[in-house]
Antibody, heavy 120, light 106 residues
Framework: EVQLLESGGGLVQPGGSLRLSCAAS????????MSWVRQAPGKGLEWVSG????????FYADSVKGRFTISRDNSKNTLYLQMSSLRVEDTAVYYC?????????????WGQGTLVTVSS | DIQMTQSPSSLSASVGDRVTITCRAS??????LNWYQQKPGKAPKLLIY???SLQSGVPSRFSGSGSETDFTLTISSLQPEDSATYYC????????FGGGTKVEIK
């Protein structure tokens, strides 16, 4: 059974940093691209960042480029999102998402999400 | 970047009704279009991928169609458990979601 378990969310002040983690199980983690998708309170879904499975190519939404860094540790079956220079508008539930194959594919499994609140 | 526009933003229908949600891409995306269902407080769930392929375990009353720029999600006979928000997503390039359609039961 595929499981994605996010952690690391919480309250942080504007300008601060936070690292999210996603522990994956139930599939060969290194084979699949992974992404982070966020949802601000009462709003729709926004893709944030993605990383390929084999060669660690990374991609970012313009809204987070230069501030967020996605990475993965295939030996630990874990996906990360390092967030810095956080803004109030980064407040959202962040979902760890598995791609069905490559980055140009659908998202077949989602974690339960972790809430990040940016506020003074 | 490719923009995705869904319509309507919300709808209310009765149990047993046929419901249609549309999604339009700002440029051609072939059939790289996926649909998700999200219930309050829950993570989204994949319904349809590749414009018309039904994800395993999804009831057959859900179907998808379309290509290039215009796509449709249809619920053939609306059930109470279908009350949710539905999102389209293109996977042709940098992923992007539509704004969502909230479906309510009358």
């Amino acid at each position: 059974e595929v499981q994605l378990l996010e952690s690391g969310g919480g309250l942080v002040q504007p300008g601060g940093s936070l690292r999210l983690s996603c522990a994956a199980s139930g599939f060969t983690f290194s084979t699949f691209a992974m992404s982070w998708v966020r949802q601000a309170p009462g709003k729709g879904l926004e893709w944030v960042s993605g990383i390929s499975g084999s060669d660690d190519r990374t991609f970012y939404a313009d809204s987070v480029k230069g501030r967020f860094t996605i990475s993965r540790d295939n030996s630990k079956n874990t996906l990360y999102l390092q967030m810095s220079s956080l803004r109030v508008e980064d407040t959202a539930v962040y979902y760890c998402v598995k791609a069905s194959t490559s980055l140009s594919s659908w998202f077949d499994y989602w974690g339960q999400g972790t809430l990040v609140t940016v506020s003074s | 970047d490719i923009q995705m526009t869904q319509s309507p933003s919300s709808l209310s229908a009765s149990v047993g009704d046929r419901v249609t949600i549309t999604c339009r891409a700002s440029q051609s995306i072939g059939r790289f279009l996926n649909w998700y269902q999200q219930k309050p407080g829950k993570a989204p769930k994949l319904l349809i991928y590749g414009a018309s392929s039904l994800q395993s375990g999804v009831p057959s009353r859900f179907s998808g169609s379309g290509s290039e720029t215009d796509f449709t999600l249809t619920i053939s006979s609306l059930q109470p458990e279908d009350s949710a928000t539905y999102y389209c997503q293109q996977s042709y390039s940098t992923p992007a979601f539509g704004g969502g359609t909230k479906v309510e039961i009358k």
